[in-house]
């Protein structure tokens, strides 16, 4: 290859490679602008790629006029440094204008969102529009009469895929990571700066041949198929996108929604393209080709595309082996590429190859060969367009994945048959193939759906678990007896309600997100905390609906508002499957749901709250960090009244330590004054406060005996007293402080928690997290006003302080509350048999045989106490008296499944600890 050549070639790989950073920079701090909403981000989408298909149209046009392409290219990349770097700084201005518009024109919700697109079109066309620009001016600066378009188009165009993978691996596995985005953003114009350097020295040195003349043949070639091949194009590029957007979709259902899983996604697009163009202009480049040749690639587009869509259901089961081998994050890393790849690339490579055969087949050679690459290029990108709003707002949640998918293949099909009929030879030559081809695609509609089961079971996700109870069996079987409520794929996710085991759960993309069962206190206590924390709390923001159960309890208070923001519609659907649990709280008139992204709703809202609820999905999800950056948290402040209170979840399972820690010293950048309350093992509640305020156990008492809905779901969690409250308590606000002090900060910029988190995705975190909390811990009970904190020493409430202790796994705490109450009254059955049963999980059986025989020295004998002595002398070594225990417990409750099923095991020597 000569020199000049190679440089240029490294220019335009260059180009690539900052290209995509910025495609993937730009989309998550837009993201911050305006939402992560779909409709926000296929805005953006499209605007980007709106420029994109501009800059090549004008790029075209340019190219076959300038003297020098070459030196406009270099200027052009110049260009797109210099607006790269400047834009970071000026996304704070541009929220700014969108509030003042908003303000000025007094738009709704929704119509500031359509000025938000407005704006995200004018920021985005200036760079895009260059960028577009690029492929045409130097593929007109290395035009040669010698070598046909098709091969050295197809070249470039490879070569700039290539720095486009390349742009992908290093931004999303090895910049974004440690360094954020902008310093990303600042790599990538010193590539673009290279590029133009690299460019302009063989400019100016006219290292290159001036492009020949135009031939006859070539413009004979382009007049014959004028039409036909650009509208292939652009329809092969409407129907690329929808592809690109149900396959990123399906294999979210089976890989997890990581930031690292959707970047194998791309990835593998990408090497499918690069190595399709790649392999078609170093084998084919050089021959004549027609619309027929071009058919041909689209036929191989739909087979391999109807290939991988009858196939796709086996990779469940890949994916299990595979982790079966390892979970360290590398080897996770390397699966979901290679799964990625195994699905994508036979389709894309296909792909890959239909762009260098246009150009090959249209595009006229020599001095107009610049603008037969704009054209095709902004008619497959305009098309790219359609199929992004097509298959991201229509197709997928009308017609569903799999059947978006269909469409696809059908359509792709379709198109081969166009392109074999306009083909050479006789009317019976070129309609056979084509009639074969239209059959194919009917066939595509009668291909079976997936196995919903399958496809809601995130392999990836659990693959720990399915590894543990599946001995080798496929995972069809391991999950054959759950049942499929309800399924939909919606705009941003795959949403299922699932039935297993006597237990309902809230699926999203696979992910359990609530159940009816194990998280069902922390729903509840989610809204239930802040708003009796709260003295005299009105109106109520909750981010995330879920399961709606939060929203039920929140509900229960004589409130005034409760507005409820979720982004994906179909959450909304799904919840009516948890009535039952939530009262069909959407039926309240005071409950308003909203759709939408929950920093940009509290951005473009001028309404204040008393108390706001955030209870997002785990942050190891792509754009879920984003929600607990500092930035949100200030900006969730900024809308709470006087004296208000905001509530975090968080998960300490699959969340390493060091970024639980993150979490609460994010969060008390915005809210110094935090406490931290666990309602269910495992599930941490922040609460935070601007102004340290001690609880008042009086109201607490007074709301409790007021408010009988509120009485009945603490009744529910088996709390029969205000104080039960008190137990969930871990640590105030001077011991978050102290756990959270030298924490590295969540910030927009960073991000450290999105890349960060899905490293901890297969370790069980949750009890080292919290045995961390707990070495924190100073204080047994909140700070409460000195004329409540009298109440809690009467027995009656120090004993449901004890069962909330048990209520959140802290026996330890539990048994010392029930000694209490115990001390204050020696004959209180139901703490004799509450320490019993925290001293058992203790691991102290003489204890709790002690307790449980002091429950039953005044008749008539509990049951329960009866129970616990049996268990607790079994471990002493008593067998004799512990199965006179364990038969009177059971003769006094003969329908008690654990009595009886202890006393079977017991009988049979199969009894253990």
């Not at 979970?327 to 799964?339: F, H, M, R």
């Not at 069962?803 to 109450?821: I, K, M, T």
Request: charged content about 15%.
């Amino acid at each position: 290859m000569p020199v000049p050549l190679l440089v240029v070639s490294t220019a335009l790989f260059l180009s690539g490679a900052a290209g995509l950073v910025y495609q993937v920079v730009w989309l998550r701090m837009l993201g911050l602008v305006f939402g992560h909403a779909v409709d926000a981000l296929t805005a953006v989408l499209v605007a980007f790629m709106s420029g994109l298909a501009l800059g090549s149209a004008l790029g075209g046009r340019l190219s076959s006029r300038a003297r020098a392409p070459l030196a406009i290219y270099a200027w052009l990349e110049a260009g797109i440094a210099v607006y790269a770097l400047c834009l970071p700084p000026g996304l704070p201005g541009l929220t700014r204008v969108s509030l003042t518009l908003r303000d000025a024109l007094g738009l709704s919700y929704e119509g500031w969102s359509l000025v938000q697109v407005v704006l995200a079109f004018l920021v985005l066309l200036p760079p895009t529009v260059l960028m577009g620009a690029t492929l045409p001016l130097v593929s007109q600066a290395l035009a040669s009469g010698g070598e046909a378009p098709g091969r050295r188009v197809g070249a470039l165009y490879a070569v700039n895929t290539w720095g486009a993978v390349t742009g992908t691996l290093a931004a999303g596995y090895f910049l974004l990571p440690p360094l954020g985005n902008r310093v990303t953003v600042w790599i990538a114009a010193g590539a673009n700066l290279t590029a133009a350097a690299l460019a302009l020295t063989v400019a100016r040195r006219g290292a290159l041949a001036p492009p020949s003349v135009l031939s006859a043949r070539g413009e004979e070639a382009s007049s014959r198929v004028a039409w036909l091949i650009p509208a292939a194009m652009a329809v092969s590029g409407a129907v690329a996108m929808v592809f690109e957007i149900a396959w990123t979709r399906a294999l979210s259902l089976l890989l997890g929604s990581s930031t690292y899983a959707f970047t194998a996604m791309l990835l593998a697009v990408l090497i499918g393209l690069a190595m399709g163009s790649a392999v078609y202009a170093w084998r084919w480049g050089n021959r004549p080709v027609g619309p027929a040749t071009l058919g041909v690639i689209q036929g191989g587009v739909g087979l391999s595309a109807a290939v991988v869509l009858v196939s796709f259901d086996r990779l469940p089961d890949l994916i299990l082996a595979a982790l079966r081998v390892s979970t360290v994050p590398s080897w996770v890393d390397l699966v979901e590429i290679l799964v990625s790849v195994a699905a994508l690339t036979m389709v894309t490579l296909w792909m890959g190859a239909a762009f260098p055969c246009a150009i090959a087949a249209w595009a006229p050679a020599g001095t107009r060969v610049g603008r037969g690459v704009g054209r095709l290029y902004a008619a497959n990108t305009a098309g790219a367009i359609v199929g992004v709003l097509l298959g991201g707002l229509v197709l997928v949640p009308t017609w569903g994945i799999h059947g978006s998918l269909k469409m696809a293949v059908a359509a792709t099909l379709m198109l081969c048959g166009a392109l074999l009929v306009a083909g050479p030879g006789s009317i019976m030559r070129r309609s056979l193939p084509a009639a074969a081809a239209l059959a194919l695609a009917l066939s595509v509609t009668f291909l079976p759906d997936w196995d919903r089961r399958l496809m809601s079971s995130a392999p990836a996700v659990y693959a720990p678990s399915y590894l543990r109870a599946g001995a080798g069996r496929p995972l069809r079987e391991i999950v054959r007896d759950q049942e499929i409520l309800f399924y939909r794929d919606g705009r941003s996710g795959t949403v299922a309600v699932t039935r297993e085991r006597g237990q309902v759960f809230l699926r999203i993309n696979g992910k359990i997100d609530a159940g009816t069962v194990v998280d069902m206190p922390t729903q509840i206590m989610a809204a239930h905390l802040p708003l009796l924390a709260h003295p005299a709390p009105r109106a109520v923001f909750i981010l995330g609906m879920g399961s709606g159960m939060t929203a039920g309890a929140a509900a229960r208070h004589p409130v005034e508002r409760v507005d409820v923001l979720e982004i994906e519609p179909a959450v909304i659907e799904a919840s009516r499957f948890f009535r039952d649990f939530h009262g069909d709280v959407l039926r309240d008139p005071r409950v308003r749901a909203t759709i939408g992204d929950g920093r940009n709703f509290l951005q473009a809202s001028s309404a204040a709250y008393d108390v706001i609820i955030s209870e997002p999905s785990n942050p190891w999800m792509s754009g879920l960090a984003a929600l607990f950056s500092r930035e949100f948290f200030l900006l969730a402040r900024a809308r709470l009244r006087p004296g208000g209170v905001m509530l975090q979840w968080v998960q300490s399972y699959n969340l390493a330590p060091e970024h639980l820690k993150m979490v609460v010293a994010t969060f008390r950048e915005a809210f110094p004054a935090t406490s931290i309350w666990e309602p269910t093992p495992g599930d941490f509640l922040l609460l935070g406060r601007v102004d340290r305020v001690p609880l008042d156990a009086r109201r607490l008492r007074e709301r409790w005996e007021t408010e009988p809905r509120v009485r009945a779901d603490f009744e529910r969690l088996g709390m029969g007293g205000w104080a039960g409250l008190l137990g969930l308590f871990v640590l105030g606000e001077e011991d978050a402080a102290r756990l959270a002090a030298g924490a590295r900060l969540n910030t927009d910029d960073r991000l450290p928690l999105e890349f960060g988190a899905p490293r901890a995705l297969y370790l069980e975190t949750s009890l080292p997290n919290r045995a961390m909390v707990a070495s924190f811990r100073s204080a047994d009970l909140p700070a409460l006003t000195p004329e409540s904190a009298p109440l809690i020493d009467q027995r009656g409430n120090r004993y449901w302080v004890g069962v909330g202790c048990l209520r959140r796994g802290d026996p330890a705490a539990a048994l010392a509350h029930f000694e209490r109450v115990l001390q204050l009254d020696p004959t209180h059955t139901p703490a004799a048999i509450a320490a019993a049963m925290a001293a058992l999980q203790l691991g102290r059986p003489a204890p709790a045989l002690d307790f449980a025989q002091r429950a039953l020295a005044r008749p008539p004998a509990p049951p329960a106490a009866l129970f616990l002595a049996g268990v607790s002398a079994w471990w002493l070594g008593r067998g004799e008296e512990a199965g006179s225990y364990l038969e009177r417990a059971s003769a006094l409750e003969p329908g008690n499944a654990e009595f009886r099923e202890t006393l079977r095991r017991f009988r049979s020597g199969t009894l253990s600890r």
